[in-house]
Nanobody
Framework: QVQLVESGGGLVQAGGSLRLSCVAS????????MGWFRQAPGKEREFVSS????????YYADSVKGRFTISRDNAKNTVYLQMNSLKPEDTAVYYCSRPQVPFTNAQAMSRMNQRASWGQGTQVTVSS
């Protein structure tokens, strides 16, 4: 059972930046695409971004394209989400996710129809 631990959330003013990190346990990190999702109060969890196993390909929700950047460091078992130009509507709990099946396509994660492991989440609050 993989453990995913997110960090880096906080309170920021609109227009500001935050960088989220997610550290995964285990020794097969590079066998898995990784993703970030978020859930705002009263709303369903939604896809934010995903990255392929070696980091060559990245996918984004339309709402964050051009503002957020996902990256990973396989030597550190870590995936990052750099969030710039934050808006109040970005306020949510952000979750790191890993598909349960290795070699799952990163783009497929956006459909949210695979079994996955999740972190505990980190709160991001953007004030206007």
């Amino acid at each position: 059972q993989v453990q995913l631990v997110e960090s880096g959330g906080g309170l920021v003013q609109a227009g500001g930046s935050l960088r989220l990190s997610c550290v995964a346990s285990g020794r097969t990190f590079s066998n898995y695409a990784m993703g970030w999702f978020r859930q705002a109060p009263g709303k369903e969890r939604e896809f934010v971004s995903s990255i392929s196993r070696e980091g060559q390909s990245a996918y984004y929700a339309d709402s964050v394209k051009g503002r957020f950047t996902i990256s990973r460091d396989n030597a550190k078992n870590t995936v990052y989400l750099q969030m710039n130009s934050l808006k109040p509507e970005d306020t949510a709990v952000y979750y790191c996710s890993r598909p349960q099946v290795p070699f799952t396509n990163a783009q497929a994660m956006s459909r949210m129809n695979q079994r996955a492991s999740w972190g505990q989440g980190t709160q991001v609050t953007v004030s206007s």
